[in-house]
C-alpha cells in the first residue's frame, strides 16, 4: 500500500496491543488473575485458570470483556489494585513515540480509541505518559458500544468529527479493523507484533505492519510504501 499522508487528516490509534505491549495484558488476565483468585478459593492455579478461561471467553466482544467494575464484581478481587501489582510489565512499543511525534508535526488530528476501561487508562496512561500526545480519548465505554460492534464507528461520530474516507487506523484486532472497514475507513492497519511474546503473523485481509515506524515516509516527503 501507498499511504499519502497529504491525503490523511485523522489518525485513529487502539491501546492495548497497538501502542502497548500486550503482554502486560495477557500475562495479568491469563496467570496473576487465576493465580489471585485460586489463592482467595483455595484450588489448583490450573483449575482456576481454566474456569476463569471460560469465564472471560462468556463476555468477549461485549463491554464487560474490559470493564474493570464488572469484573471486581464477578470475582470478588479487587481488579485494578491487581493491576498495580504487576504494573512494571505496562510498555510502548518500539516506535510509537517516533510515529505519534511525525503525526503531531503534520497537524493530524490524533485521537486515542480503545476498548479500555476508565480504571485502565488511568493506570496506563499515567504508567506511559502517551496521554499528551493525543487531541483526546475515547472509551468503547463512553460510546456505550464496543468497537466489534459495526455501530460503533457512528457512534464515535459524537466525540470524534472525522471524514472516513481521510481516515487512518491502527488495531491489533482483525475483527475491530473489518468494524471499521465496514464503515468506510480508508487506511486499515493491522499490528502483527501486539505482544513482545508473540510471534507476529501476516493477516490476510488488512496491511499488516510489525511496528509503527513502518508508516514514516523517508526524510522529506509525506508518502510512505508500506509492504
Excluded at 97 to 126: M, P, Y
Aim: charged share 25%; with cysteine.
Amino acid at each position: 500500500m501507498i499511504l499519502d499522508w497529504y491525503d490523511v487528516d485523522t489518525v485513529l490509534l487502539d491501546m492495548d496491543g497497538t501502542l502497548l505491549d500486550r503482554h502486560f495484558d495477557d500475562h495479568f488476565w491469563l496467570e496473576h488473575v487465576p493465580k489471585r483468585w485460586a489463592a482467595k478459593h483455595k484450588v489448583p492455579v490450573k483449575q482456576a485458570r481454566e474456569q476463569l478461561h471460560d469465564l472471560f471467553r462468556s463476555q468477549e466482544r461485549t463491554l464487560n470483556w474490559t470493564d474493570l467494575d464488572y469484573w471486581s464484581d464477578r470475582l470478588g478481587l479487587d481488579i485494578p489494585l491487581l493491576k498495580l501489582e504487576v504494573e512494571h510489565l505496562i510498555a510502548v512499543h518500539p516506535g510509537v513515540i517516533e510515529f505519534l511525534t511525525f503525526c503531531r508535526q503534520q497537524g493530524k488530528q490524533l485521537w486515542l480509541v480503545t476498548n479500555a476501561h476508565s480504571k485502565t487508562l488511568d493506570i496506563k496512561l499515567k504508567k506511559t505518559l502517551i496521554g499528551h500526545w493525543f487531541d483526546g480519548v475515547v472509551s468503547a465505554h463512553q460510546v456505550g458500544l464496543p468497537k466489534e460492534d459495526g455501530g460503533f464507528w457512528a457512534e464515535l461520530q459524537r466525540f470524534v468529527s472525522y471524514n472516513p474516507a481521510r481516515t487512518m487506523l491502527g488495531e491489533d484486532s482483525e475483527t475491530n479493523l473489518q468494524t471499521a472497514a465496514d464503515y468506510g475507513i480508508k487506511y486499515l492497519f493491522y499490528v502483527s507484533h501486539y505482544s513482545s511474546q508473540c510471534v507476529p503473523t501476516v493477516s490476510n485481509r488488512f496491511v499488516t505492519i510489525d511496528y509503527f515506524n513502518r508508516l514514516l515516509p523517508p526524510a522529506g516527503g509525506l508518502t510512505a510504501h508500506v509492504c
